[in-house]
């Protein structure tokens, strides 16, 4: 009986099935469910913004990145304003939005908090206001960002409706252009987005006025939305993988860098 060189040269079914499952455990085999999702995200720095060659980057895009990888999955980025990211996700435009808060109400499969914002107030040193609370702004002129007044809850949105004059700016330049111009009182938004806005090169502003940052508000948590329950829980797990690693912290210290002028850590 002759043999056959092919079936010798196979390891048997047993041992096959241990080095497929001992390359499994090493993460050498790409999940089969791995997918490119469509992700609606809003471009603002330091969060999500283009680099000179045209690549994303930024603490929101590396922390949803970072977190998808882990079970093989890839974002193809689609840019929406804040105002607009929740009603792309409701239209069907894309299969998963961030940042995304429960209070929009867009259906979906919600994730873990994975980012956490710190919107506070801004005025200018030179007008030296007392702002202690949230009520204090009713009797100023408000810029705020796109969906503030659903964000930032009731007592804000009640606060505003009194104010001498308040609008919702799509474009935060603005914002920080008409405080340095003396046209509003106050300014309201996400404080490191605020800073890096105040440093860009685009301001065309005195960006060298002191400001006074009034911590007026409580940290927004912001989730992530799916479409399908999976990918929810492969970023969840993702999220948890990155964050006792050390990859969470590592983005966060080298994306929150910059400075408020004139100010501390913003």
């Known amino acids: 009986m002759t043999s056959d ?24 085999a790409r999940p089969a469910a791995a997918e490119e999702i469509p992700f609606g995200l809003r471009r603002v720095a330091p969060y999500v ?8 980057a930024g603490l929101e895009y590396d922390i949803l990145a970072a977190a998808l990888a882990v079970r093989g ?11 607009r990211l929740g009603r792309s996700f409701v239209a069907g435009q894309v299969e998963a939005a961030a940042p995304i808060s429960p209070s929009f109400d867009v259906g979906g499969h919600l994730s873990e908090p994975y980012l956490t914002y710190h919107n506070v107030a801004v005025s200018l040193a030179s007008r030296g206001l007392r702002i202690d609370s949230v009520a204090d ?3 100023l002129r408000v810029v705020a960002f796109q969906n503030a007044s659903v964000v930032l809850g ?19 330049l603005i914002q920080v252009r008409l405080l340095y111009a003396g046209r509003v009182d106050v ?9 890096a806005l105040a440093a860009s090169p685009e301001l065309i502003a005195d960006g060298r006025q002191p400001v006074s940052l009034h911590a007026i508000f409580p940290p927004t948590p912001y ?19 990155i964050r006792a690693d050390g990859t969470y ?11 408020w002028p004139g100010q501390g850590p913003p």
């Open 5 to 28: 060189p092919s079936r010798a040269r196979r390891p048997a079914l047993p041992v096959r099935l241990a080095i497929l499952a001992l390359a499994v455990a090493a993460g050498f």
């Open 49 to 56: 913004y283009d680099l000179p060659d045209g690549r994303p």
């Open 73 to 83: 999955h890839t974002m193809r980025p689609l840019y929406y304003p804040f105002g």
């Open 137 to 139: 702004l009713a009797r």
């Open 154 to 172: 009731p007592d804000f949105a009640k606060a505003v409706a009194a104010a001498p004059g308040y609008e919702e700016r799509a474009d935060q």
């Open 187 to 195: 300014i309201v938004g996400e404080r490191a987005i605020l800073a």
């Open 223 to 241: 989730r992530a939305v799916f479409r399908e329950a999976r990918l929810r829980d492969d970023f969840d797990a993702g999220l948890k993988a």
């Open 249 to 259: 912290d590592a983005l966060v210290a080298r994306h929150l860098g910059g400075l």
